[in-house]
């Protein structure tokens, strides 16, 4: 699945002349004091750099992300198809982390989420997360976004491995973004793993079309 994303996204690069008009192709650069992912650092506290390119076309939607983690790096890719019924969207797609150093860690996953977006700049997210990797059950991912202007807030708890809320703060300027986050982890029963972070982030989004 990994290999389709990536032809797909080189297709568009070299055919952007014959269809400028509707593929949208982007692409993303960003730096983190700490690199943290649903509630728990993937960097052990430490900063991380990414960057990514995604591409879209008439509600299809592919792309891959790279950065640097404990042990090595993760490479990240995701393919879906999202469909906007007014201010209802939908979104349903595949997900897949592959870390090249550290195999034993990658994972796949199913990923479904439906928005609504209000008048006065206020939306709310529902995420699910479904393991397509055998052992990974306890991974299983609800999550709840909310966003006003701003403000972003989000909850989400593991099927039995533990819950977290995150709350960030972001100031766009042109096409860069700065952001500051909390984000509090409570493992379901070994505190020892509980994780309370402070971080810093911005990222620059770009248009590759």
Excluded: W
Excluded at 194 to 204: C, G, L, M, P, T
Aim: hydrophobic fraction near 40%.
């Amino acid at each position: 699945m990994q290999n389709i994303i990536v032809k797909a996204i080189v297709l568009c690069v070299l055919t952007n002349g014959l269809f400028a008009q509707t593929v949208a192709l982007n692409g993303k650069f960003g730096v983190t004091s700490d690199y943290v992912f649903r509630g728990m650092t993937q960097n052990a506290n430490a900063a991380s750099v990414s960057g990514g390119v995604d591409v879209y076309y008439q509600g299809i939607f592919a792309g891959m992300s790279v950065a640097n983690v404990v042990g090595g790096s993760e490479e990240d890719y995701f393919a879906g198809y999202m469909k906007q019924f007014g201010g209802l969207g939908l979104s349903v797609g595949y997900f897949a982390g592959k870390y090249p150093k550290m195999k034993l860690l990658n994972y796949e996953e199913s990923t479904l989420s439906l928005s609504y977006q209000f008048e006065n700049s206020f939306n709310i997210t529902l995420n699910y997360a479904h393991p397509l990797t055998k052992g990974n059950e306890e991974m299983n991912n609800k999550e709840l976004v909310v966003n006003y202007k701003a403000l972003s807030v989000s909850a989400g708890k593991y099927n039995t491995f533990g819950k977290y809320v995150k709350v960030s703060l972001a100031k766009k300027v042109d096409k860069n973004s700065y952001t500051i986050n909390y984000s509090d982890f409570k493992h379901s029963s070994n505190s020892i793993l509980n994780e309370k972070i402070v971080f810093v982030s911005a990222q620059r989004d770009f248009s590759l079309l």
